[in-house]
């Protein structure tokens, strides 16, 4: 099946440092990545969607300037959290969408403390 | 953005018995995916619905497109110490690309 990958899958950072986290899809290409956070035992909220080579598209609510996307080729997205603060604190799960097809597959997600 | 109601919100079970659970919207969706969420792990799609009515099934689980297109329901037969998990319901509308997901219903399987 379609497996894609997140990098890193735990990050502990400083209070106003950026992060980046990246979203590879490892046996297909993916036109169309998610991102997606998930605060304890909640759902999954939908930040942005990610079409390769052009501007993401944003959530009502998900600052850009914040939550940085870049989806430069059809296999990798990344997501960098710029200033991070202590709220930003989250399990992000990127997901990715096989060209032509409706369904989405999950990365295994990226567990994020700002202390 | 939208958000989907799942019900029950969370499950105690007995292994072997059977599972039902049920997604509802008040908008009208044209795809329907169901996926399972083990903790710290990102969600794994069980089912996809494609059409008003389908019945899809995948091994112990079926799951069904309402006719009415607002809603789904996933049922698990059987249920093992391993169905254990958060099952969400995943909505996508005519026009968007992306998908909503519902609250999710936590599920115990108690051996």
């Known amino acids: 099946g379609a497996v894609v990958s997140q990098h890193p899958s735990r990050v502990i950072c400083k209070s106003g440092t950026s992060v980046k986290i990246e979203c590879r899809s490892l046996?297909?290409?993916?036109?169309?990545m998610f991102w997606y956070r998930q605060f304890p035992k909640q759902s999954l909220m939908l930040m942005a969607t990610s079409n390769e080579g052009s501007k993401a598209t944003y959530e009502q609510g998900v600052e850009k300037d914040k939550f940085l996307i870049n989806h430069a080729s059809l296999t990798l997205s990344t997501l960098t959290v710029t200033s991070a603060h202590p709220e930003d604190s989250s399990f992000y799960i990127c997901s990715a969408r096989l060209a032509g097809l409706l369904t989405q597959y999950f990365g295994p997600g990226t567990r994020l403390l700002v202390l | 953005g939208q958000q989907l109601n799942q019900s029950p919100q969370s499950m105690f079970i007995q292994e072997g018995e059977d599972v039902s659970m049920n997604c509802t919207s008040s908008?009208?969706?044209?795809?329907w995916l169901w996926y399972k969420q083990e903790p710290g792990e990102g969600p794994v799609l069980l089912i996809a619905?494609?059409?008003?009515?389908e019945l899809t099934s995948n091994g112990r689980l079926t799951a069904q497109f309402g006719i009415t297109r607002k809603d789904s329901f996933l049922n698990i037969s059987a249920s093992i110490p391993s169905d254990v998990g958060i099952y969400f319901c995943?909505?996508?509308?005519?026009?968007?690309?992306?998908?909503?997901f519902g609250t999710g219903t936590s599920l115990t399987v108690i051996p």
């Open positions: 995943a909505g996508q509308k005519y026009t968007g690309n992306q998908f909503y």
């Open positions: 908008s009208i969706f044209n795809t």
């Open positions: 619905l494609y059409k008003a009515g």
């Open positions: 046996d297909f290409q993916a036109t169309t």
